[in-house]
Every structure is written in structure tokens, then in C-alpha cells.
């Protein structure tokens, strides 16, 4: 294994980034609705709604984050949402998902001025769940993740 290389994802990466996003989305048991034209589409455009990071270890691709800038009145700032962050097989272990987190707030706190990082994990994702409490993330008590999709969209439209 060489040394592995975090940079940040460019518009001719989506393809590499859509394989990574669907590994991850068949490793925690989720339907995988991204493309790359779609990740090119909204990471890539006049407007991105993300940034993303690439691990690579020479030519392969070994880890990936995908964050987005939220910002909070309660904690009187911005912060950066990991909505995804996925390290191969192969490379876990290594303090490679740390190493992601740490250039995702890097790159949040030049950018945004990021004062908090913030993510969803699966209640029943053990291995991620110790992963992030050793890294000191604590749940949001009092809060509930809401979301609504396509047909509460529409209705939200409607009413």
C-alpha cells in the first residue's frame, strides 16, 4: 500500500465519487439513487449544494467524505454536515475516516468558518457508532432528524 493522498473532488471525479458513494450505500443496507451526472450536477454547477473529498492510494480510490455548510442560531454560527464518509475495507484501520473528518473541517473552517461538524449515524451501525463516539461526537438529545421527500414535498407545494 503507498501512501494514501486526501484531496479535494473535482467535476472529472464524479464518476469515481459515485462508485465510492454506492459502496457505501451497499454497505449500510441504502438504496443508491446517485449518478455522477447528478453529483456533477449539483456538487459542480454555479451553485454547489456540496464539496467532497477523494482518498486515493496511487490510483484507487479508498475513502470518501461529502459535506455541505449549515449554519445554527443555538450554536451562533457555521458548521459543516457530513452527509456521507465511507473508507474501504481495505484501508480501515488506518485513522483514514479521522483524517477525512480532519480535511472536512479544515476545508469548512477556511471556507465557512465552521465552528461544528455534524452527521447522522444509523442506530444500528455499531462499528460507526464507537468510530464517532471515540472521536468524541456526542448525540443531539432533544433532537429528531425530519425529513421530508418527494410526495411531502409536493403536498408542501400544493397546500
Known amino acids: 500500500m503507498t501512501r494514501i493522498t ?11 465519487l459515485n462508485e465510492a458513494l454506492s459502496y457505501l450505500s451497499g454497505e449500510i443496507g441504502d438504496d443508491h439513487g ?11 454547477g454555479d451553485y454547489p449544494a456540496f464539496r467532497a473529498l477523494l482518498a486515493e492510494d496511487g490510483e484507487a ?4 467524505a461529502l459535506y455541505s455548510p449549515v449554519f445554527s442560531t ?5 458548521g459543516v454536515y457530513v452527509s456521507d464518509l ?3 475495507g481495505a484501508a480501515r484501520g488506518q485513522g483514514l475516516g479521522k ?3 480532519q480535511a472536512v473541517d479544515a476545508g469548512a473552517q477556511a471556507v465557512w468558518d465552521a465552528r461544528f461538524l455534524k452527521l447522522v449515524v444509523y442506530d444500528d451501525n455499531e462499528a460507526a457508532r464507537g468510530f464517532y463516539n471515540r ?3 456526542v448525540a ?6 425530519l425529513t421530508l421527500n418527494d410526495r411531502g414535498l409536493s403536498a408542501l407545494k400544493d397546500e
Open 99 to 101: 483524517r477525512l473528518l
Open 6 to 16: 486526501i484531496r479535494r473532488a473535482e467535476a472529472e471525479d464524479t464518476e469515481r
Open 74 to 78: 443555538v450554536r451562533a454560527g457555521a
Open 61 to 64: 480510490v479508498v475513502g470518501a
Open 86 to 88: 465511507w473508507v474501504s
Open 140 to 145: 443531539s438529545v432533544g433532537e429528531t432528524t
Open 135 to 137: 472521536l468524541g461526537f
Open 34 to 44: 446517485g449518478t455522477a451526472e447528478l453529483l456533477r450536477k449539483a456538487g459542480f
